[in-house]
């Protein structure tokens, strides 16, 4: 679950900042590693004597350091966390996080940071009922922004109602909870994952190739793995990469070049799997003749003769064990789903994933729209999403496709 997450605690000014050195000490017990950012208001309801002890790390709270005069750097800070909660939230940070303001080390590195991101807002009952509270809530929540809900009680002012900051207790669990993995049919299997391209060579230099860079494969490794799977990734020559320290032990990656090279490599591994799904872009061709040398410019044309790659998802597909899966993707220009029906039924999937190519889906953008066919005639179509919500979508409907009589045993 949380053991071993690289959890970043941002606090803000208010007198509900007292209560956040419990929070420091359950995740701690529970085995997360701890930073914290404070707020120069936040340290005058909490000492950073008393966070450093506790989370047994240096607590941040200047851009530089005023010891060792050297950068506290946040986009470091945002890289190292798993999770970032913020809390107390108060209404100015909110506001600033919403209009993207950025004059403390806490917003900077709330703006540069990467990973999923909570906040717990902590006000007096009229001020959380203030409609441009709620409308900055609602807009950091439409931004992907986890809001932990005040709570009703006895509040500072005097006053009792709804603003008080939910206990140290409920913020543990909502990050414990968004670790834990649910109890899926994924939850336990050994997934083949392919992603990226496939670059045939040519000669020393040139090679066959498309604009594939891994990222939706790359995603899916990764959902697979907060699933609680095991992913075995066979990776083409791409710049990006798991996240190793958020996925180790999860995801196993090796790099590939070629079609004939990931074809070995999946033959290998996939024997030792539950099943696979196959992302990953290859070249449907290769020359027949790889040049000892480099091809030097001469003639006004030059012929490259090309012959067929192994088909690397027919040939697993076709002598996969009764208990394994196999699912395909079909990247399409036109007649996308007659073309991956098609591509179903000849390569004998359990399923295939059809994107169609446009500026807003496809190689080289952060999002995409799938729609999911299966042998019963089932089709699930989704809305535009980032590439990694699209891989959370996909093994959702995945789960109930393959595992269907495994989690109706569970329930």
């Not at 005097?158 to 140290?168: C, T, V």
């Not at 799997?273 to 410019?297: H, N, Q």
């Not at 036109?334 to 991956?340: F, I, K, M, R, S």
């Amino acid at each position: 679950m949380i053991q071993n997450k690289n959890i970043l605690i941002g606090i803000t000014g208010g007198i509900a900042a007292y209560k956040i050195p419990l929070l420091v000490r359950l995740l701690k017990q529970a085995g997360a590693h701890v930073q914290v950012i404070c707020t120069e208001s936040a340290l005058q309801f909490v000492t950073a004597q008393t966070l450093s002890v506790l989370s047994e790390n240096k607590v941040h709270s200047e851009f530089f350091d005023p010891e060792t005069h050297l950068w506290n750097h946040h986009v470091n800070l945002g890289l190292w966390a798993d999770a970032f909660i913020i809390a107390p939230a108060g209404s100015n940070t909110l506001a600033k996080m919403v209009q993207g303001q950025c004059d403390n080390l806490l917003l900077t590195t709330y703006l540069s940071a990467r990973c999923p991101v909570w906040v717990a807002p902590a006000m007096d009952l009229d001020m959380y009922e203030q409609p441009g509270v709620k409308l900055n809530l609602e807009t950091l929540k439409s931004r992907g922004v986890h809001v932990i809900d005040a709570e009703e009680g006895p509040l500072a002012s005097g006053l009792s109602g709804k603003g008080r900051m939910a206990e140290p207790e409920t913020l543990f669990q909502a990050l414990n909870d968004y670790f834990a993995p649910p109890v899926t049919g994924w939850l336990g299997k050994k997934v083949l994952v392919t992603a990226g391209p496939t670059y045939e060579a040519i000669d020393p230099v040139r090679f066959i190739g498309n604009h594939s860079t891994g990222k939706m494969g790359i995603c899916i490794a990764e959902a697979l793995a907060n699933l609680g799977a095991h992913v075995e990734l066979v990776l083409g020559p791409t710049h990006l990469s798991v996240s190793e320290n958020r996925y180790a032990g999860n995801i196993k990656t090796t790099r590939v070049k070629s079609a004939k090279e990931m074809l070995q490599v999946c033959k290998d591994l996939f024997v030792h799997c539950d099943g696979l799904i196959m992302s990953a872009a290859v070249a449907d061709y290769t020359p027949e003749f790889v040049a000892p040398e480099k091809i030097k410019k001469s003639d006004e044309r030059i012929s490259l003769n090309l012959v067929k790659n192994p088909d690397i998802l027919f040939e697993l597909s076709t002598h996969r064990e009764q208990h394994q899966f196999s699912v395909g993707f079909a990247l399409e220009t036109q007649n996308g789903e007659e073309n991956a029906l098609q591509k179903l039924h000849k390569k004998r999937l359990d399923a295939i994933v059809l994107n169609m190519v446009n500026e807003n889906t496809g190689f080289q953008s952060e999002t995409n729209k799938i729609v999911i066919l299966d042998n019963s005639g089932k089709k699930i179509e989704s809305d535009l999403k980032s590439k990694s919500d699209i891989a959370v979508y996909l093994l959702e409907h995945l789960n109930l496709i393959l595992f269907k009589h495994e989690n109706e045993n569970r329930h």
